[in-house]
């Protein structure tokens, strides 16, 4: 049997990379001030490093899982598949002209084909370390040569991007469709399935090297927000909330990072207040924040709590540092529910049913991470769906997959008059065969601002 010759250049590739992951990811410590940023030549470097290890290892796997041995991505430039960024190596910025991706799990191994007569643009090297280029010059035209190339094979099943439940897998557009179901003929296109569980699992599923270095995206993020809630942002009763998300977008473009939205900031504060002052930051006001910071393709998505010590105050109202007890404790609640192949929505129900028997007014609306920040996988409910999401709900738990833990609960504070609040927060964690661990920690102590 002869050697696949995509997984014998992934086989090369990796053997080569082993020094570079050494030299460019040096070890943190507790006592680090910041987190090292790669430049972006070493971000390229370890990304397609990691793209070679997801088709020698997770692509495979997903197929078999899914009992489909053909995959057939296709879409245009400037009008990119969702997964499209997922198959290309780093810095593919669009897809050159009609791009068609063609995946094949044969009985020598995958094989990984690309149908485009202009290659990878620029980035052939890059490309070429994945891509067995399938196009022929004497080809008259480019879906006559997909398929070629599917006959030749004969596949049993013609996974496509289509799906009702996940915008993440339904990238084939329908021009597209029309020209892949004439071009394939009435006996081949009668194979076309649905790739949404494929799609999903690709998108969704993280390699060991992935999960080891995602602790940095998070603890990246974790810093982010600690300069933000700090005397370095803020000025009470000058800074306004607005300016502290501008503030944060400047510190991320600094860092020469990204976000996948907007930061957003949120004011808690007991009894009326001037109107005037709704959006000013002053003392005695409980800060929220949502902040996604965005590296190496990968999203983190962080909720935190902070308080603007009064004069004289040396810590936070007792009602509030509770509060955040309680919701520490939903998130015990929530993770506890996590098991392979159970729905987002078998995992909501139980956790809910455990949560109001303990007397937790709460709500949760966890979603999965990774290429997206609202990311494929198992949405855990909504804030208005806490009886079950349909489809995406539905969806089973697999390990090696990160989750922002979201949720929220009511909580009231005697310092502030009973007053009724709603103490949110979210953290990002990782799903693996050893249960939910989370990234960087999580908050436990309101953040205090002096």
């Known amino acids: 049997m002869k050697p696949n010759r995509t ?54 796997t ?16 400037h009008a990119e598949d969702p997964v499209y960024w997922s198959l290309v190596p780093y810095p593919s910025m669009f897809a050159w002209r009609l791009t068609m991706f063609v995946y ?21 090297r890059e490309f070429a370390a994945i891509y067995k280029p399938a196009w022929e010059p004497e080809a008259l035209d480019p879906w006559q040569r997909l398929a070629q190339v599917i006959q030749a094979r004969n596949p049993k099943k013609i996974a496509v991007n289509e799906s009702k439940s996940f915008a993440f897998a339904d990238g084939l557009t329908a021009e597209n469709k029309t020209q892949l179901v004439q071009a394939l003929g009435p006996e081949l296109a009668a194979r076309l399935v649905s790739s949404e569980r494929l799609a999903v699992g690709w998108l969704e599923t993280r390699t060991a ?113 509770d509060a955040l007890a309680l919701g520490n404790r939903l998130q015990d609640i929530l993770v506890g529910e996590f098991r392979e192949q159970r729905t987002g929505n078998e995992v909501l129900a139980a956790a809910l049913k455990k949560a109001r028997a303990e007397g937790l007014v709460s709500r949760i609306y966890s979603h999965p991470l990774g290429y997206y920040g609202h990311g494929p996988g198992p949405r855990i409910g909504l804030p208005d769906m806490q009886d079950g999401v349909p489809g ?42 050893h249960g939910v661990s989370f990234l960087d920690s999580r908050q436990t102590r309101i953040i205090l601002i002096k």
């Open 62 to 77: 997903l197929m078999r899982r899914e009992k489909i041995d053909m995959w057939v991505v296709i879409c245009r430039e």
């Open 392 to 433: 995406m709900g539905d969806y089973p738990l697999y390990p090696n997959t990160v989750y922002a833990i979201e949720l929220g609960l009511q909580a009231k504070i005697p310092e502030w008059n009973g007053m009724a609040i709603q103490m949110a927060l979210e953290q990002d964690a990782a799903f693996t065969a």
């Open 7 to 60: 997984v014998c250049g992934i086989l090369l590739a990796l053997a080569a990379a082993t020094f570079l992951i050494a030299a460019i990811l040096p070890s943190l410590s507790p006592d680090d001030a910041t987190i090292p940023i790669l430049n972006q030549k070493e971000r390229a470097d370890l990304y397609n490093h990691w793209l070679g290890v997801r088709f020698e290892k997770i692509l495979p």
């Open 209 to 321: 090297e992935e999960l080891e270095f995602y602790p940095r995206i998070v603890a990246l993020n974790h810093q982010i927000v600690r300069e933000a809630f700090s005397r370095r942002a803020i000025t009470p009763g000058t800074t306004t909330i607005d300016d502290l998300a501008w503030w944060v977008r400047e510190r991320l473009a600094d860092l020469k990072l990204a976000t996948w939205f907007q930061p957003m900031f949120y004011i808690t504060r007991p009894g009326p207040s001037d109107p005037a002052k709704s959006r000013v930051i002053l003392p005695g006001d409980m800060l929220r924040c949502d902040v996604g910071v965005t590296y190496l393709s990968f999203q983190a998505d962080i909720q935190e709590i902070a308080y603007v010590l009064r004069d004289g105050e040396t810590e936070a109202p007792k009602g509030l540092r």
């Open 104 to 124: 094949y799990l044969g009985e020598t191994g995958l094989e990984c084909l690309s149908i485009n007569r202009y290659g990878g643009g620029d980035l052939h």
